[in-house]
Structures are given as C-alpha cells and as structure tokens.
C-alpha cells in the first residue's frame, strides 16, 4: 500500500520545538516532490513547506518563515519538519503527500498520510 505515516506531534508550550516526520511506505521517496500541510479546526487545508526530489523549498505560508524547515532522509525514505519557537496558531493536523514537483494546490498532491496532531498551548 502506498501511504505516508507522519509521527512526532504532540502538545508543547509557545515557544517550545517539535520535530515530525514522514516515513513512506510502499514506494520509494527519492524522484517525488514531498509537503507539509496543515489543517486547524474549521479551517482549509494549507500547505506548509515543500521539499523537491532535488533538495529545493517552496514555502507557503510566511508565518512560519525563519521558524520551520523542511529536510528529506532519502536513505531513510523519511522526510522532516522542523518547527521552532512554535505558537498557538500553528495548532492543526500536520500531514504529508508526495507529487512530481512542488505544486501550488494541495489537491495536486496525492498518498496522503492520516495526519499528527500539533497543539501549542500553555
């Protein structure tokens, strides 16, 4: 079955790190473009930070500019985000999806993961 599994939400405190990931499983990561994206209650679907199969970032959302970024483990068919001096806003469902290139829609994305849930809250 070809899916993502994200893992390492989780609730932290303003300010405080997490670090997810997003491990594939039944195909192999290395030609795919990978997103991170994000759904808060009552909210769309949004992405968050895209990483190329050649190592180039597109970011979607300026508020977490200079707070997250994004890194791939090919060997580990696993790709990362890294999110520091995290605030309540940023309270959502993280999940992951591949696609051939960084695209602008998230529903140009597919292999969706079932998510992991970030709460920022003191």
């Known amino acids: 079955q070809v899916q993502f599994v994200e893992s390492g939400g989780g609730l932290v405190q303003p300010g405080g790190s997490l670090r997810l990931s997003c491990a594939a499983s039944?195909?192999?990561?290395?030609?795919?473009?990978v997103g991170w994206f994000r759904q808060a209650p009552g909210k769309e679907r949004e992405g968050v930070l895209c990483?190329?199969?050649?190592?180039?970032?597109?970011n979607y959302v300026d508020s977490v500019k200079g707070r997250f970024t994004i890194s791939r483990d090919n060997d580990k068919n696993t790709v990362y985000l890294q999110m520091n001096s995290l605030k309540p806003e940023d309270t959502a469902v993280y999940y992951c999806?591949?696609?051939?290139?960084?695209?602008?829609?998230?529903?140009?994305?597919?292999?969706w993961g079932q998510g992991t849930q970030v709460t920022v809250s003191s």
């Open positions: 999806a591949k696609g051939y290139k960084c695209y602008e829609s998230p529903r140009d994305f597919g292999s």
């Open positions: 990483i190329s199969s050649g190592g180039g970032r597109r």
């Open positions: 039944g195909f192999t990561l290395d030609y795919y473009a």
